[in-house]
């Protein structure tokens, strides 16, 4: 059993930055892959960021390549998303996800593929 926990998100304008963190606990060595992914109103949730475990891969959504950093901390077992020089676009809740399965690169934007899910944490971005 994984329990994931979202935080960092808020009210911020156009440029600014924000960092989200997810927390895992229970059998949280079993996660190998962890990943971000965001739904905005009326949209189909999508891919934003992932990290493998096992070897530190990561893997980012072309949207936001340039902009977002995911990064880890064994110890704490989490996963944070810094999110800088946002844009309206990137308003959406945020998701955390977890897979107890290694993926293939190619598959880690896949939202099928990840068992485990946080209840998302609100960013929006103001013009």
């Known amino acids: 059993q994984v329990q994931l926990v979202e935080s960092g998100g808020g009210l911020v304008q156009a440029g600014d930055s924000l960092r989200l963190s997810c927390a895992a606990s229970?059998?949280?060595?079993?996660?190998?892959?962890m990943a971000w992914f965001r739904q905005a109103p009326g949209k189909e949730r999508e891919f934003v960021a992932a990290?493998?475990?096992?070897?530190?891969?990561?893997a980012y959504a072309d949207s936001v390549k340039a902009r977002f950093t995911v990064s880890r901390d064994n110890a704490k077992s989490s996963l944070y998303l810094q999110m800088n020089s946002l844009k309206p676009e990137d308003t959406a809740v945020y998701f955390c996800?977890?897979?107890?399965?290694?993926?293939?690169?190619?598959?880690?934007?896949?939202?099928?593929?990840?068992?485990?899910w946080g209840q998302g944490t609100q960013v929006t971005v103001s013009s």
């Open positions: 996800a977890a897979s107890i399965r290694g993926l293939i690169l190619s598959s880690l934007s896949s939202d099928h593929m990840y068992t485990y």
């Open positions: 229970g059998r949280s060595d079993r996660n190998y892959v």
């Open positions: 990290f493998r475990w096992y070897d530190r891969q990561t």
